[in-house]
């Protein structure tokens, strides 16, 4: 489902401190298939944040998807770590709650609700480094950045159960709108049978231009099976 597979790619930049209030709508072809809504606010150095998506529109008459999501960390030399995620996901009637406790940028613990059979594509979450929650990911990158600050990135993402990089290219300005051609790519934790039907997506990230001469993510892109997925800020 799109919007179940989008959802991760939004992973973190480089911080600055603020609030968001923000909604996004997914479309198919031109057609509303979801929506996307987070809210989140810094306080000292510890942020909070909540986020809920939903499949909407014909896509929401085909299949039965929801999910929300809360995360809290700490702010670092200006960057996001996360403390707690947890995630509670409805897909086509199966409810399915993780949680999962960070040490720093390495996870110390997950639990999930109910409880999951163990899968000989399981990976140990506390062997994984450097990652960052997705919700964490996603209030940190809807920040406004310096332009120069929007590409030329990568970042792993670990979700509970697995580990996923973005790759953001070299950036192209437009008159104050910078584009980043961009590569999402699965890599630990997923079946074989998931790495053969999609390991990997190119998408193209769209920064527009915000009060300060910042640049934040107005729109992302990315062809699917089902026709070109626009990702797209009210």
Same mark, same amino acid.
């Given at each position: 489902?799109?919007?179940?597979?989008?959802?991760?790619?939004?992973?973190?930049?480089? %911080?600055? %401190?603020?609030?968001?209030?923000?909604?996004?709508?997914?479309?198919?072809?031109?057609?509303?298939?979801?929506?996307?809504?987070?809210?989140?606010?810094?306080?000292?150095?510890?942020?909070?944040?909540?986020?809920?998506?939903?499949?909407?529109?014909?896509?929401? %008459?085909?299949?039965?998807?929801?999910?929300?999501?809360?995360?809290?960390?700490?702010?670092?030399?200006?960057?996001?770590?996360?403390?707690?995620?947890?995630?509670?996901?409805?897909?086509?009637?199966?409810?399915?709650?993780?949680?999962?406790?960070?040490?720093?940028?390495?996870?110390?613990?997950?639990?999930?609700?109910?409880?999951?059979?163990?899968?000989?594509?399981?990976?140990?979450?506390?062997?994984?480094?450097?990652?960052?929650?997705?919700?964490?990911?996603?209030?940190?990158?809807?920040?406004?950045? %310096?332009?120069?600050?929007?590409?030329?990135?990568?970042?792993?993402?670990?979700?509970?159960?697995?580990?996923?990089?973005?790759?953001?290219?070299?950036?192209?300005?437009?008159?104050?709108?910078?584009?980043?051609?961009?590569?999402?790519?699965?890599?630990?934790?997923?079946?074989?049978?998931?790495?053969?039907?999609?390991?990997?997506?190119?998408?193209?990230?769209?920064?527009?231009?915000?009060?300060?001469?910042?640049?934040?993510?107005?729109?992302?892109?990315?062809?699917?099976?089902?026709?070109?997925?626009?990702?797209?800020?009210?």
């Amino acid at each position: 489902m799109v919007l179940r597979f989008i959802l991760p790619l939004l992973l973190a930049l480089p %911080a600055h %401190a603020g609030n968001v209030d923000a909604q996004y709508t997914l479309s198919l072809r031109g057609i509303t298939g979801g929506q996307i809504a987070i809210r989140g606010a810094d306080s000292g150095g510890s942020y909070s944040v909540s986020s809920a998506a939903k499949a909407t529109g014909l896509v929401g %008459a085909l299949v039965k998807y929801g999910f929300e999501g809360r995360a809290q960390g700490q702010i670092r030399d200006g960057r996001y770590i996360s403390t707690t995620y947890s995630e509670v996901e409805v897909d086509d009637g199966e409810r399915t709650v993780a949680t999962t406790e960070f040490n720093g940028t390495t996870p110390a613990s997950v639990t999930f609700d109910p409880a999951r059979a163990p899968e000989p594509h399981d990976i140990d979450p506390t062997a994984q480094q450097g990652v960052v929650d997705p919700l964490t990911a996603l209030y940190a990158v809807l920040q406004p950045v %310096a332009p120069d600050a929007a590409c030329d990135r990568r970042f792993d993402l670990f979700d509970g159960r697995h580990v996923s990089r973005l790759t953001l290219g070299a950036p192209r300005e437009t008159g104050g709108t910078v584009t980043c051609p961009a590569e999402y790519r699965r890599l630990r934790g997923y079946s074989e049978e998931q790495l053969a039907k999609r390991e990997a997506v190119e998408m193209t990230f769209v920064f527009t231009p915000v009060a300060g001469g910042r640049v934040q993510v107005g729109e992302i892109r990315s062809d699917t099976s089902l026709g070109q997925a626009v990702l797209r800020r009210q």
